[in-house]
């Protein structure tokens, strides 16, 4: 099966800094979702993204689907971007398999 | 608009009790169901998933079982727990559409606590 693996799996920011989350996965998707799990676990959609570029506020992403990576830039952080975020992939069928997640904690 | 609700919130068990979790949508008809597991400070596994009422795709071999009894009700059941059940439970859903599929909707999810 797809393999999704996500890097740093931990990262820690001062407030205000900017910040880049990858994914990478091991075979082609036809689906790919960003999640932010807040500390309350609630997974919370960012981005529907199987290809191309998207933008909402201070997130945006791009997912190059020929080389396998989507990315997620989080700029000017706040303390409530604090919490994991989990990139999730399908390849057509009904399944969608998650990445291991990026744990963010941003400091006031 | 779409909703979905699952509950209890959070759940305490002793081992060797019946589980039965349950997860709703509304807005919708005949969605793609799922339900994920996660274990703590871990990613989420995949458990069952389900295309319409009575299919059922099992993921993992294990001690849960699940049901669609209708078509926007999905159930999580167990008939004895066992110490590793314990995690947190979280309800899915999405639109069928063949090769694309729409994107995943989660419900707040049910933390259950196996004594």
């Known amino acids: 099966g797809i393999q999704v693996e996500q890097s740093p799996p931990d990262l820690i920011l001062q407030e205000g800094a900017n910040s880049t989350l990858r994914c990478n996965f091991s075979d082609s998707v036809n689906n790919l979702q960003w999640f932010h799990q807040n500390p309350w676990g609630q997974l919370i959609n960012l981005f529907y993204?199987?290809?191309g570029t998207k933008q909402n506020g201070r997130l945006s992403a791009t997912t190059v689907a020929t080389e396998r990576y989507s990315l997620l830039y989080i700029s000017s952080s706040q303390t409530t971007d604090s919490g994991v975020y989990f990139c999730a992939v399908s390849s057509g069928t009904y399944k969608y398999i998650f990445g291991t997640g990026t744990r963010l904690k941003v400091l006031a | 608009s779409q909703t979905i609700h699952q509950w209890p919130a959070t759940l305490v068990q002793p081992v060797g009790s019946p589980l039965s979790l349950e997860c709703t949508v509304e807005g919708t008809s005949n969605p793609n169901l799922y339900w994920y597991r996660q274990a703590a400070g871990r990613g989420l596994q995949l458990l069952f998933y389900?295309?319409?009422?009575?299919?059922i795709s099992s993921e993992v071999p294990q001690n849960l079982s699940a049901s669609r009894p209708q078509d926007r009700q999905f159930i999580l059941s167990s008939k004895k727990l066992l110490l590793s059940d314990s995690g947190f439970y979280l309800c899915?859903?999405?639109?069928?559409?063949?090769?694309?599929?729409?994107?995943?909707?989660f419900g707040n999810g049910t933390r259950l606590t196996v004594t």
């Open positions: 899915a859903w999405n639109r069928q559409g063949g090769v694309d599929n729409s994107p995943l909707h």
């Open positions: 389900s295309v319409g009422i009575g299919q």
């Open positions: 993204i199987p290809s």
